[in-house]
């Protein structure tokens, strides 16, 4: 009996098929719940809370700072300990999402909340990337990666139809965010099974801890060295990327309220718009990976970046479900793709320094993110006309575009002068 306890026990899953799956499962917890279960609640929160459009914002912002934390923790994670801070990470995630079902909480602590929750996220976003796609041999990585990064679609998919289900049997936020909690939770045993067994997981602690300040003079080095030679792509590529996460975030956050408010006569239009989001986000990496295997990474990057531009400018363009709708399908074919073809650049730009310039990148686009709500609920006014903010995403991918074409040129003159 106790035998067969141990073996039960020790159970691990090897399958490189298996383990995408799970990384999939994690990344629609951590971020297709953990993140963007707001947007598709935020019209029933704001009605039954109720909530203004500024307060719905800076909700959505705190999240997206919480995300910048979680980026910036995730740098100085080391290897051996991946797999355990992603347990505990994913934890908090699952427990914050369960958490919002409590009744007649302050606004305080609805804050409170939401920026732990976008920390679980960035931490485990990027540590689940991280030990998840390090299981792949390299013939299959660039599949297996698009299975796993679909997840974000497949969780932006499942909080449209939870909360659609929900909503029409006449439940509110509360059972949502419970049942997403509930759902999340088998997720945890996963991650579990796929604990890794090799060498760097086991090797015993180092209890002599550095100070604070040799921790900053170490990463200091490291940026210095990452850098070297490499400053001015660098630069570009991450002010493209933080242009992306102003970008899309308008949409990303508020698209179903633009629908709730446009389209009346629709019951739970908005939720059927994020739907299409999901769905085409899952479309997405095959996609462009494929695309990118053709003509490259920084040229597809510029057009998915044009391309999002364009879908930020339908809804005010085009009047009613047909602007709405296609903002939706161009947001979830665009976003997940972007977010993809940078941090292959990123990585690209100085392999042995990957995490750290991809940490960087992520905290670059957090940073993006947390501004695009509060310009947003600024530029809405007391009416809460959404277009000024779709005008200025769409501006600011414009200039994302132009730095990117500049990162173009900039590539080019290194590889030309170390040739």
Known sequence: MMTALKSRAA????????????????????????????TATLPDIMTQLPLSTTIAGWLASINYIGYFIGAFISMFVPQRLTWRMLILWTTVSVITTTLLVVPNMSLNLWYVIRLVSGIASGVAMILSSSLVIQSFNHERRSVLSAVHYGGIGVGISASAILTWWLLSIGYHFEMIWLNAGLISLPLLWLLYAIRPTDSITSQPHNHQTSSIRQTYINFKRSLYEAAAGHSKPIALLLASYMLAGFGY????TFLPVMAAQRLTTQAYAGLSIWLVVGIFAMLSNPIWGALAKRIGEIKTLMGLTLLQALGMYLPIGIDGAIGLYANAMILGLTFVGMVSMTLTLMKNINPIYSNLLMGLATLAYALGQFVGPLVTVALAGENDNFNAGLLVAAV??????????FFWRQSTLLTRASV
Request: charged residues 5%; hydrophobic residues 65%.
């Open 396 to 405: 600011g991918l414009l200039i994302g575009l132009a730095l990117v074409f």
């Open 249 to 252: 975030i308008t949409s990303a």
């Open 11 to 38: 159970m691990s899953i090897t399958n490189e098929t298996a383990i995408a799956l799970i990384g999939m499962y994690c990344m629609a917890v951590v971020m297709g719940f953990g993140r963007f279960l707001f």
